[in-house]
T-cell receptor, first 116, second 113 residues
């Protein structure tokens, strides 16, 4: 069974630009969560989508947005990029709502964004 | 406000010895705790978990201990192997917040042969 797939794996943008990252969950999984990882900050929760609805949201500014499609694939968008947005963006999927049952999430390898 | 903290950013241990990773939390509504392991250039993978109604869970070389009164959990790896060298994240589930998972900052473990 294919794992969580994130594209692109690496990208470089400049300040003020916008970026769209894509995540394809494990087949059959209906929940997709997004996390930002920066050195020393661990994984900061961005948002979770379940059955095309945003179910939960972290404490990030409105420049960060996302959506989920009917096939459970998800995209996240960051507009007006800032230097501090440079990070590894991780997507995780689960069959039920994130955190349900044992709470286990299945992560992709991440998209590393560098903002110059 | 960091609700889940891993105060040791790094840990170095000799192969065959015990690795002890610590995690502290502040939110008493957390009801489930998980540990994830992350190798470079890979996504985190689930390692072991524990419910708040238990104080210990064991899986092979990995044991997680939970001290609810101290709001503290620890992960023990015995014996440590070079392949255990990775970053370990603890995470806590907040049932009152839609089961949202909050992660700690991670501890980088280096197991020396």
């Amino acid at each position: 069974k294919a794992g969580v797939t994130q594209t692109p794996r690496y990208l470089i943008k400049t300040r003020g630009q916008q970026v769209t990252l894509s995540c394809s969950p494990i087949s059959g999984h209906r929940s997709v969560s997004w996390y930002q990882q920066t050195p020393g900050q661990g994984l900061q929760f961005l948002f979770e989508y379940f059955s095309e609805t945003q179910r939960n949201k972290g404490n990030f500014p409105g420049r960060f947005s996302g959506r989920q499609f009917s096939n459970s694939r998800s995209e996240m968008n960051v507009s007006t990029l800032e230097l501090g947005d440079s990070a590894l963006y991780l997507c995780a999927s689960s069959f039920n709502e994130a955190g349900a049952n044992t709470g286990e999430l299945f992560f992709g390898e991440g998209s590393r964004l560098t903002v110059l | 406000d960091q609700q889940v903290k891993q105060n040791s950013p790094s840990l170095s241990v000799q192969e065959g010895r015990i690795s002890i990773l610590n995690c502290d939390y502040t939110n008493s509504m957390f009801d489930y705790f998980l540990w994830y392991k992350k190798y470079p250039a890979e996504g985190p993978t689930f390692l072991i978990s524990i419910s708040s109604i238990k104080d210990k869970n064991e899986d092979g070389r990995f044991t997680v201990f939970l001290n609810k009164s101290a709001k503290h959990l620890s992960l023990h790896i015995v014996p440590s192997q070079p392949g255990d060298s990775a970053v370990y994240f603890c995470a806590a589930r907040d049932k009152a917040a839609g089961n949202k998972l909050t992660f700690g900052g991670g501890t980088r473990v280096l197991v020396k042969p």
